[in-house]
């Protein structure tokens, strides 16, 4: 930002040795300038729109000496350091006004600094990664004791920072996977501000689910993750080492972490110090959460999936609805490696439609409603059970369509309709539904049937009186149809989804 790179003649610093632009480390811009007004005015206009959270800045170093006495805010070599100085500290001033997190490497935080590197040696990112693994860990160990993880920063070269030699870089990220997940569990497990020098974050598939458990990890604990540390075990590379993050006012009071850091199994005692998490009777220690995963070759078979596994838990679907166990699941994952697939390619119901009360009297609601339920039950497919209109006592079906592929479109619309009526009470009905006209009092559960009291049925009644028609379902629009069988004294349509 300032040290080393000038800004031209104008606003860089003046050697007071030479009276020329020039500074010990090359030469470097001088911040009691007007450029630096513009400069950190476009800055703050820059964090503002993006809604930036943090910056964190090298340095910030004093300035370097000045001796321009033509520079606006300082009048010449004897107060151009401090005026400097004060120009960063209002960087500072403006990132906490904001809530901004501001980390440094070097220690400012009476100036308004919020973190700075656990531990940081340049040397240290040229080594090979199993090395820097440990290494990083007890810069997280020893750099936690004197302030909380959220004020270090800690970082993952995944690209070399001063060398490109294959040992020490993580990238290709996909071939050194487990080095690059060891190092995101220990980074974000201790809490502390994690830096990532990188040109990206992954290079596959494979590289994206593990950033995202981990990244979903801390995110579910974050809260516990930003609290103090315990140290329990100092990491040497030989035994198991430990941290304990506590909170006694969190809900999730404590959280511990071992690293093992050799090849084999190690099985040792670990005292943990429990009495600054507050639980002083009982603990339940909860291994890492077991993560149960539902996957499908299409959107459909994941949905199928979730069914199944609801189904698992003790769920049963059905036309009329769901049906959730009365008594509650323990909270845990079933052990499941399961890979289903359907024994039929079409599954579904026909609903006969030669009654009044047919799926032709649904609702949207109903057609919705069944149609969900359908789905839960795996099914894909709707038949349509009609009378065509040779039937001589029924006629053509209540806003029934019935026709020859041909007579659709490829969209499902329909180019021609043979005539049909909407049903009425007039209409002669040979299987004992209505045979004449009657009052509506007389129907079933009609308005003051005996065993209703009141005016008339209620609303729990009435949707009794709905589930019972629910013997069908069809999906909206039709895909394909197609005759099963000349149609004649019955037909039947078949409408595939
Ligand atoms: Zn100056």
């Not at 030469?27 to 910056?55: N, P």
């Not at 990532?196 to 579910?220: C, F, G, H, S």
Request: net charge neutral; proline share 7%; with cysteine.
């Amino acid at each position: 930002m300032v040290a080393s790179r000038g800004r031209g003649a104008e606003h860089d610093c003046i050697d007071p040795a030479t009276g020329k632009p020039g500074s010990p480390f090359g030469q470097s811009v001088c911040l009691g300038t007007k450029w630096a007004d513009d400069y950190f005015t476009r800055v703050w206009q820059f964090i503002d729109q993006t809604g930036f959270t943090g910056i964190t800045v090298d340095g910030p170093y004093h300035g370097c000496p000045c001796a321009s006495t033509a520079h606006a805010h300082h009048r010449g070599l004897t107060d151009s350091q401090w005026v400097q100085w004060q120009c960063q500290k209002k960087m500072f001033e403006e990132e906490q006004r904001r809530g901004m997190s501001a980390g440094a490497p070097d220690w400012y935080f009476w100036n308004g600094q919020s973190a700075t590197s656990l531990g940081f040696r340049e040397a240290s990112a040229n080594l090979p990664r199993e090395l820097g693994l440990l290494l990083y860990r007890q810069y997280i160990y020893d750099g936690t004791w004197f302030k909380p993880p959220t004020m270090g920063g800690m970082g993952i070269g995944l690209i070399g920072t001063y060398t490109d030699d294959p040992r020490a870089r993580l990238e290709p990220l996909d071939q050194n996977l487990d080095w690059y997940e060891l190092n995101l569990i220990q980074l974000l497990g201790s809490g502390c501000q994690a830096n990532l020098r990188a040109n990206r974050l992954y290079d596959t598939e494979r590289t994206q689910k593990m950033l995202r458990r981990w990244v979903d990890w801390y995110k579910r604990h974050r809260a516990i993750l930003s609290s103090d540390i315990i140290h329990v075990q100092r990491p040497d590379g030989r035994d198991i080492d430990c941290v304990l993050h506590v909170n006694p006012q969190l809900k999730e009071k404590g959280l511990v972490l071992f690293f093992n850091p050799l090849a084999e199994t190690l099985t040792g005692k670990v005292r943990l110090p429990l009495s600054y998490t507050g639980l002083s009777d009982t603990a339940w220690l909860r291994e890492q959460q077991k993560v149960l995963t539902v996957s499908g070759g299409s959107g459909t078979a994941v949905l199928y999936g979730a069914y199944a596994f609801a189904e698992k838990l003790g769920v049963r679907f059905y036309l009329h609805g769901d049906v959730v166990p009365d008594a509650k699941a323990a909270f845990a994952l079933p052990e499941l490696n399961e890979t289903n697939q359907p024994l039929f390619p079409l599954r579904g119901l026909q609903p006969f439609h030669d009654f009044p009360e047919g799926p032709d009297w649904w609702t949207l609601d109903n057609w919705k409603a069944v149609v969900s339920q359908a789905a839960k039950m795996r099914m894909n497919f709707i038949g349509l059970h009609t009378y065509p209109f040779q039937n001589k006592d029924l006629g053509p079906e209540p806003t029934v369509w019935i026709g020859l592929p041909e007579d659709v479109e490829a969209d499902g619309t329909v180019k021609r309709s043979d005539v049909t009526t909407w049903y009425n009470t007039q209409k002669l009905q040979p299987y004992g539904c209505y045979q004449r006209a009657v009052r509506t009092r007389h129907l079933w559960l009609g308005l003051d049937h005996p065993e209703l009291p009141g005016a008339g049925p209620s609303a729990a009644q009435r949707r009794g009186l709905q589930r019972h028609q629910h013997v069908g379902w069809q999906r909206p629009g039709l895909a394909e149809l197609r005759p099963a069988g000349r149609p004649s004294e019955v037909g039947h349509s078949l409408v595939r989804g």
